[in-house]
């Protein structure tokens, strides 16, 4: 079973925005809904938003209007958009298949500063 391979974590200034991508073998490509996670420190992971094949998403109430997820079905990739970070952002963001979900990947770390 191939892992999630999520990137584009970085360390930002508050405010500021950041664009993570993921490609989790051939789920994308093959239509199934998709998430994104994240796991902040001391806290256990949550599903920060959701996209189905044909694109409709549904967002975490405290991301709601700053992140916005994507696909590529075509290249099998996922995104993540995320504005107007916030320090209660910080955590390592994951991906993973909503309904049947791959071994957990590495993720990728977002820090935001205040």
């Known amino acids: 079973q191939v892992q999630p391979v999520e990137s584009g974590g970085d360390l930002v200034q508050a405010g500021g925005s950041l664009r993570l991508s993921c490609t989790a073998s051939?789920?994308?490509?093959?239509?199934?809904?998709m998430g994104w996670y994240r796991r902040a420190p001391g806290k256990q992971r949550e599903l920060v938003a959701s996209i189905t094949a044909g694109g409709s998403t549904n967002y975490l109430d405290s991301v709601q209007g700053r992140f916005t997820c994507s696909r590529d079905n075509a290249n099998n990739m996922l995104y993540l958009e995320m504005n107007s970070l916030k320090p209660e952002d910080t955590a390592v963001y994951y991906c993973?298949?909503?309904?049947?979900?791959?071994?957990w990947g590495q993720g990728t770390q977002v820090t935001v500063s205040s």
């Open positions: 051939g789920r994308i490509t093959s239509g199934h809904t």
């Open positions: 993973n298949d909503l309904w049947s979900p791959l071994m």
